[in-house]
């Protein structure tokens, strides 16, 4: 039956989801995708007038077994009455319209249905006249999330409130839920984006633990003001560890994370946390203040981070970008710990960068330091470095044009420091020729640098004012065979990829030059093919050298890699750069001789889909001893089980061999239970790095972390707090409970947070099909 006359009342989608007390934004608390996947089911609800068709209009069809309308004003339904209009949808056992004062009355086994809840009631009221619509003795569910619960009275005023009297809510799907919120009342906004509780207790196993009298929440994913998730930990740095974020929706493209942060033995800490997205201009200002540290007795100075972080365009062809930090002391990140670093950094950002990018050319100025934390070599600022770059393409051969150059001041971190300004140019053209079978790339180019120096120490090799002119002659080319292979009964294509490259530079002495940012290079397969062994321009190694490589692949019919194995060799022609034998800090340590480098291998090995290995290696051939080398073995039992082995070796760090060896796991016990640990030795020293011991219980309505850990510390400045009374080891445990339903979202917690937590860290398997 259809009614002529229109009935605009509308119970508005309440409880679209009832979440967090404070829902900060979507990026807390995201997880990586490799966490692993709770299947807790979600309820869905068939239409309940699947049956009738849509009403678009403002018009009201209501169908039943029986109807009597009495004078034109009053019709009563009954049996299987059911009543939508384009907003909602009513399924009772008696429904009763007065059309002249617009009132529904709805009693037995009521169903309303909106768009995304469902809610059971006995009695169900509704007034056009007043705006008004009232339930009784409710329970709702949402559609496609747990959340769900009861509330005595549910009733919704002209302005499109929603009141839940005597109301629960929960995501747990067990008769006696493991937690639930209960409250007196709860009040959801008209336009759906924020709840108020007031009288609320936080239940577990139906039993009260946590009474608060007030607090507003979220019922979508729009952001709100107030607390996050507490967590709380011990270490013997920090002692007992409590933090309290508190999140501040300032407004819709400002916001802010303030945390106050009590350590038992160092005192309180505030952290906070600004951020900030105006048109394409995007940043992030975060501090760390803690006003006086309990532990150090020599002085009472406050300890501090302070970090500024840009990145905008202001057209198709600008970019800025800025990331500064600077700290109160170089032990703050061993001693009190901070998210924008790890523990083991030994340098923090200072830049600022303002490039523009054109079809043709690119013009960048870049301002730039570090501050760098241990005993190390103080850096450079260059204040500033700008860079211009051009392109042509010529006529003939698909040659290009290129032209570089660069201008740099570098200016000393300390006084008794040399300073200079550099200038360079380059430029000449390259003929890029690549084919599917094989490709050869070849440039000519004459590079020419000036250098001014000042503060140059008496008897030192410096020189004031420096100019250096090089040609270079770079020839590299390689071609790709492939064969269909069988072997084992399976079909595979075996691939052969030699490739060789000769360079020319002419040899000059460069020890009147200061070094400014130069170092060695890694000379790893990939390596060995570069045009220069070192970083920056203070040296350009003479080369008259040719570097050979072959690869050779195993690839299935899917073109899965297989094996891969890869070897080179750089052949020097003459002696090679005899004349940089004075540069102590550029000194390989063996990894070359007169006539040959070191061998660079590659290799990786997919065993199966779950064990793979990799590893690469720098062997000195004539003098046999490893320069460099590292392995890992990846057992990956499925996507969220894995234990990972890795050794590394290095002949040469600050004059000393280093040699580490790491097990790392995370493994689904069950269901619920997860455990990740993690190991780390030194095999030179015999000594225990780090040791982290995780478990974790997950079920689809709480979690819960609890964590081991035992990490070397280091003192990057013991001249700083020589009375400090420094541990050699910081050991302690962390505890973090989460509610679901209470932090904006249902997906799983999952261990890579735990992950994450580490000094060395957990390097995933680039090739792992996972």
């Known amino acids: ?7 605009s009342f509308t119970l508005v989608a309440l409880l679209v989801s009832f979440i967090k007390v404070v829902h900060a934004n979507d990026e807390i608390n995201e997880q990586s995708s490799e966490t692993r996947v709770m299947m807790c089911p979600l309820p869905v609800f068939d239409d309940i007038a699947l049956n009738i068709p849509k009403v678009i209009d403002s018009s009201i069809r209501i169908s039943s077994l029986q109807a009597s309308i009495k004078q034109d004003q009053d019709a009563v339904f009954s049996g299987s009455v059911l009543m939508v209009d384009k907003a909602q949808k009513i399924m ?10 617009m009132q529904i009355e709805a009693i037995g086994n009521i169903h309303y249905q909106g768009k995304q809840i469902n809610i059971f009631a006995n009695t169900l009221s509704a007034s056009k006249t007043d705006s008004s619509t009232k339930m009784t003795e409710a329970s709702y569910q ?20 929603l009141s839940l009297v005597d109301s629960t809510f929960t995501t747990c799907l067990q008769e006696t839920p493991d937690w639930q919120i209960k409250a007196a009342e709860i009040n959801l906004s008209s336009n ?23 607090f507003s929440f979220p019922i979508s994913k729009a952001r709100l003001t107030g607390f996050l998730y507490p967590e709380i930990s011990s270490s013997t740095n920090l002692g007992v560890e409590f933090n309290a974020p508190f999140y501040w929706n300032i407004a819709e493209n400002y916001d802010a994370t303030i945390t106050p942060r009590y350590m038992s033995k160092r005192g309180t800490q505030l952290q906070t946390e600004f951020r900030y997205l105006v048109d394409q201009q995007a940043g992030q200002i975060d501090l760390e203040y803690l006003d006086n540290d309990k532990q150090i007795k020599a002085n009472d100075d406050a300890r501090y981070l302070a970090r500024f972080q840009h990145v905008g365009t202001f057209s198709d062809d600008f970019r800025a970008y800025i990331d500064y930090t600077t700290i109160s002391d170089e032990n703050y990140l061993v001693d009190i710990g901070s998210k924008q670093y790890n523990a083991n950094d030994a340098y923090l950002y200072q830049t600022g960068e303002l490039a523009y990018f054109g079809e043709q050319w690119q013009a960048t100025v870049q301002l730039q330091s570090f501050e760098v934390l241990g005993d190390h070599q103080p850096s450079y600022k260059t204040l500033p470095h700008i860079q211009l770059s051009a392109q042509q393409p010529l006529n003939f051969l698909a040659g290009q044009f290129e032209l570089y150059s660069e201008m740099t001041n570098f200016q000393a971190a300390e006084k008794d420091q040399v300073e200079a300004s550099r200038y360079h140019v380059e430029a000449g053209v390259t003929f890029p020729i690549v ?9 000519i180019k004459l590079m020419h640098t000036y250098y001014q120096q000042s503060n140059i120490t008496v008897g030192s090799a410096l020189e004031e004012t420096v100019e250096r002119t090089l040609p270079k002659v770079r020839i590299h080319a390689g071609i790709n065979f492939d064969r269909q292979l069988l072997a084992f009964g399976n079909n595979y294509r075996h691939t052969l990829e030699p490739q060789l490259q000769y360079l020319y530079v002419p040899e000059k002495d460069q020890s009147a030059i200061g070094l400014y940012d130069t170092t060695v290079l890694q000379d790893d397969f990939h390596g060995i093919f570069r045009d220069s062994r070192y970083s920056g321009l203070d040296r350009i190694s003479g080369a008259n050298q040719y570097t050979w490589g072959i690869t050779s692949r195993l690839l299935n019919e899917d073109n899965l890699e297989i094996i891969r194995l890869s070897l080179g060799r750089i052949q ?5 750069n005899t004349d940089l034998a004075n ?8 990894t070359t001789n007169d006539k040959q480098s070191s061998v660079a291998a590659d290799l990786f090995y997919r065993i199966n889909h779950q064990w793979q290995v990799s590893g690469d290696i720098q062997y000195n051939t004539l003098e046999s001893f490893t320069n460099k080398g590292q392995v890992n073995i990846d057992y990956q039992i499925n996507k969220y089980n894995l234990v990972q082995l890795n050794h590394r070796y290095t002949r040469n760090v600050s004059g000393d061999s280093l040699e580490q060896v790491s097990l790392l796991t995370s493994f689904a016990i069950n269901d619920n239970w997860a455990f990740v640990g993690r190991l780390t030795q030194d095999l030179q020293q015999d000594e225990n790095l780090e040791s982290y011991a995780g478990f974790q219980y997950e079920s689809c309505c709480w979690a819960v972390q609890i964590a081991y850990h035992r990490n070397i510390n280091s003192n990057l400045d013991p001249a700083s707090f020589v009375s400090e009374d420094r541990n050699e080891f910081d050991t302690g ?3 973090k409970l989460i509610i679901k339903g209470l932090d904006g979202k249902q997906s799983a917690i999952g261990t890579q947070d735990m992950f994450n937590k580490s000094i060395f860290g957990y390097k995933r398997p680039y090739y792992l099909q996972n």
Request: glycine share 8%; aromatic share 10%.
């Open 1 to 7: 039956m259809l009614f002529s006359r229109t009935l």
């Open 92 to 101: 009772a056992d008696q429904l009763s319209f007065n059309r002249l004062k």
């Open 142 to 161: 949402l559609d496609g999330n747990p959340g769900h619960g009861t509330a005595a009275e549910l009733s919704i005023n002209s302005q499109g409130m």
């Open 192 to 214: 759906g984006d924020f709840g108020e509780a007031y009288h609320a207790q936080l239940r577990l196993l139906d039993v009260p633990v946590l009474y608060v009298p007030y």
């Open 435 to 443: 084919r599917p079978a094989w490709f050869v790339n070849s440039e």
């Open 572 to 576: 020097y022609i003459n002696d090679n």
């Open 583 to 590: 540069d102590a800090l550029l000194i390989d340590n063996g």
């Open 733 to 735: 445990v962390s505890i």
